[in-house]
């Protein structure tokens, strides 16, 4: 599947296309926490453009976020997520 381009608006700033807003992901993401789901955000940094996953689970920090790319404080205004599905059961060893 090809990555869906990164643009630019004067009001959002930089973001991947089919990005949310904070109230649309916070819709979206509350009834999958809820139901046992992990989400961690992902967003454009607003100096380099490139794409950063959040290490904080079903969080959203208001204050930004450094980019682990450029080093710099981002602050983005669009969010995409990546779920974590709950796991039933007991962990697998394979022997190698």
């Not at 990005?19 to 509350?30: G, H, K, N, P, Y």
């Not at 999958?32 to 959203?60: A, D, E, P």
Request: charged fraction near 20%; charge should be negative; aromatic fraction near 12%.
């Amino acid at each position: 599947m090809p990555e869906r381009p990164v643009v630019y608006d004067p009001e959002w700033g930089w973001y991947r296309e089919g990005d949310l807003t904070v109230a649309e992901l916070l819709e979206r993401v509350e009834r999958l926490i809820n139901i046992g789901y992990s989400v961690h955000v992902k967003f454009t940094c607003q100096n380099c453009h490139s794409r950063q996953v959040s290490n904080t689970q079903n969080g959203l920090h208001t204050g930004g976020y450094t980019c682990e790319e450029c080093g710099q404080l981002t602050h983005p205004k669009r969010y995409g997520f990546m779920l974590v599905a709950p796991f039933v059961g007991s962990m697998r060893v394979f022997k190698e």
